[in-house]
Nanobody, 116 residues
């Protein structure tokens, strides 16, 4: 079965950096676009970044453009989200996502808290 396991979240001061990881299993990772979303209480889940199956195409939300980089290692079945210059408003639970066989799969999420 499809499994996505995020890690790397935590508490960071404003202006700091974090790298999130998502380890995937249960499907042919290298064949699918991967996405990172985030969600704060009371708000809808927001797309942060996406990367094509081969890694050659990426896209970013305007709210994080220039401060975030998505990457993948198809040999390790892992997708990453490097976040820099973090702001308090980036505080959220970050989720890894794949759409596989017309179904959406999500990890359990990793909490990112930006606070001094």
């Amino acid at each position: 079965q499809v499994q996505l396991v995020e890690s790397g979240g935590g508490l960071v001061q404003p202006g700091g950096s974090l790298r999130l990881s998502c380890a995937a299993s249960g499907f042919t990772f290298s064949s699918f676009t991967m996405r990172w979303y985030r969600q704060t209480p009371g708000k809808e889940r927001e797309l942060v970044a996406q990367i094509s199956s081969g890694g050659g195409s990426t896209g970013y939300a305007d709210s994080m453009k220039g401060r975030v980089t998505i990457a993948r290692d198809n040999a390790k079945n892992t997708v990453y989200l490097q976040m820099n210059s973090l702001k308090p408003e980036d505080t959220a639970v970050y989720f890894c996502h794949v759409r596989y066989v017309r179904m959406d799969y999500w990890g359990q999420g990793t909490q990112v808290t930006v606070s001094s």
